[in-house]
């Protein structure tokens, strides 16, 4: 089981505004920031967003990230098909000196 | 443009050793810390370890701990992945990652990964 649990699987309709939640602990999100990758199939993870809340050059402002405490969140807005992908939080665990990854989020597009 | 490709996967007997490199361009190399990072078939990522922008600190996840060890040579752009004592559970897609300075643990450019294969 991973240290940050997110949910297995999500889903929306295209338009829709959907959340993927990334739950920890105050060694890792309580006390670092978090980062958030997707992942399409058959292609290697990108970052989508970085400390919390940026979003790097080239990613569309639908996707955007909240952090509250030890969860952390990921929002996809005017849901598209090509958004269908696995989707990664990560953050460093300070008691671990690891870096952690959430077992990560299958979402489909209906 | 930034870009990490990596090589020297393949199919490994149980116990043998292997090297990967991660050859990089289109930024400076020995400015920012590398990673490695893998994903079983059909399972999430795994962090594997890392290396600090000079060599002079790297740390790695307890499942490799003791069997693996990542090097650089900023004098090529490469970052490697000496794998030793090699197990079946250590079958994945290794990539490696850019973790530029100051970004908070985020690896902002990733290489298209190399396959680890090693039979049970």
């Known amino acids: 089981q991973s240290v940050l649990t997110q949910p297995p699987s999500a889903s929306g309709t295209p338009g829709q505004r959907v959340s993927i939640s990334c739950s920890g602990s105050?060694?890792?999100?309580?006390?670092?920031?978090v980062n958030w990758y997707q992942q399409l199939p058959g292609t290697a993870p990108k970052l989508l967003i970085c400390k919390d809340n940026q979003r790097p050059s080239g990613v569309p402002d639908r996707f955007s990230g909240s952090k509250s405490g030890t969860s952390a969140s990921l929002a996809i807005s005017g849901l598209q098909s090509d958004d269908e992908a696995d989707y990664y939080c990560?953050?460093?665990?300070?008691?671990?000196?690891?870096?952690?990854f959430g077992g990560g989020t299958k979402l489909t597009v209906l | 443009q930034v870009q990490l490709v990596e090589s020297g996967g393949g199919v490994v007997q149980p116990g043998r050793s292997l090297r990967l490199s991660c050859a990089a361009s289109?930024?400076?190399?020995?400015?920012?810390?590398m990673h490695w990072v893998r994903q079983a078939p059909g399972k999430g990522l795994e962090w594997v370890a890392y290396?600090?922008?000079?060599?002079?600190?790297?740390d790695y996840a307890d499942s490799v701990k003791g069997r693996f060890i990542i090097s650089r040579d900023n004098s090529k752009n490469t970052v490697y992945l000496q794998m030793n004592s090699l197990r079946a559970e250590d079958t994945a897609v290794y990539y490696c990652?850019?973790?530029?300075?100051?970004?908070?643990?985020?690896?902002?450019?990733w290489g298209q990964g190399t396959l680890v294969t090693v039979p049970s």
């Open positions: 990652a850019r973790d530029p300075s100051g970004s908070g643990w985020a690896l902002h450019n």
């Open positions: 290396i600090w922008h000079d060599g002079s600190n790297q």
């Open positions: 105050s060694s890792n999100i309580g006390s670092r920031t």
């Open positions: 990560s953050s460093w665990d300070d008691s671990l000196n690891v870096v952690l």
């Open positions: 289109g930024f400076t190399f020995s400015g920012d810390a």
